[in-house]
């Protein structure tokens, strides 16, 4: 029989590093049809679409931000990094019950980069009326990042870069979506996958030596920790684009809130001192993110249902470390309820008529702060 077979088979068959790699590209073709067929992360225009539980996965969410982008029932979308993955689809619809089918589009390792891809996502395809937008600390950095796991493939218009998405997770993506309609994991463990993170994190930051280290920094560094910024707003790409897709997202009528992260007071010092969460700011990070601040408020002085907020004078909450699990990220279940709300107060809004004061408070603020910590017996010695 195998006398009868064409010569191209018998010469097919007997090499075997050829049969080899040819098994090889079927089995990868096999795998890719199933998940491109399957879809489960909603890149294509078939197939049913994936349900995402109480929309929260901040694991998981730079995946399936086309999803949130092209949900039709959604009208409030929260775009953000690690400070707002805390918040659940209840959270933001109990403060601001008006809108229906909230979305927290927020994720750990967030980059600059990326966040605006992100954004761009919504300005092609989302119809929500209110966004919400953390403006963090790396918009003032004039260099772009991108965080490396981000799944830029399925965001662009190049189908041949789709076979990306072939990998481990996609793959027992596409059978939870088949079996569940969802690509996640179950909700409880997603849960449970966040508070140990979040907890984690806490247990490694809230200790006596850490406070003690950040002690001698604030030592250290007080007398130059409000060293003049010498960066302007056209040195800052990233913001530039941020504010650049906010006047997009007003134009198609919706209403932009900028809500800058509440960080505590002792964070620049902790990232002036600490060489592993340096951010390149040196002595002028304090004066950066002020000016960042500035000019973003200057920026969209002039577009209409855009809106910045800052929480940072409540002075109470930031100078106290034990509000937080790290410098960055706060905890307090008040300061959290507050900071989900915050476009809701008109008080904490910044405006070019406010702007120099909130300035000036913030940086006597920080030059003056003493190391508090509720959370910790290590101030009680100190004193």
Known sequence: MQARLPNFVRYFFRRPTLVAIVSI???????????????????????????????????????????????????????????????????????????????????????????????????QYSSAKRYLITLDYFYAKPSSEVRDSYPDFQYDETPLNDLRMVNSVAIKAAFRALRSGSPFPDAVRTENQENGFREGEKRRYQTSEKMRRLAGWIDQY????????????????????????????????????????????????????????????????LMDQIAMRRCAVLGLAHTPGAHVYSMDLDFALASDLGNFRDPAHIESQTGLRRFVSMANYPELELTPENIDSYATQIRKAVQNYKLKNSALPFNSRRD
């Open 25 to 123: 590209w079927l089995g990868y073709a096999t795998v890719a049809g199933f998940v491109i067929g399957v879809d489960p992360y909603d890149v294509y225009p078939w197939g049913q679409r994936v349900s995402i539980p109480k929309n929260f996965a901040p694991f998981e969410m730079i995946r399936v931000v086309r999803v949130a982008a092209r949900d039709p029932q959604t009208e409030l979308v929260l775009i953000g990094t690690s400070p707002t993955t805390i918040f659940r689809q209840a959270d933001l619809a109990k403060a601001y019950p008006g809108y229906k089918s909230p979305w927290n589009v927020s994720y750990h390792g967030s980059a600059g980069t990326d966040r605006a891809r992100t954004i761009d996502q919504f300005v």
């Open 222 to 285: 007080r007398p130059t920790i409000a060293t003049p910024s010498s960066l302007r707003c056209s040195q800052m790409p990233l913001l530039q684009e941020l504010l650049t897709q906010t006047r997009a997202l007003t134009k198609k009528g919706a209403r932009v809130d900028i809500l800058i992260p509440p960080y505590s007071l002792g964070l620049y010092y902790e990232w002036a001192g600490d060489p592993l969460l340096h951010r390149g700011g040196g002595d002028t990070l």
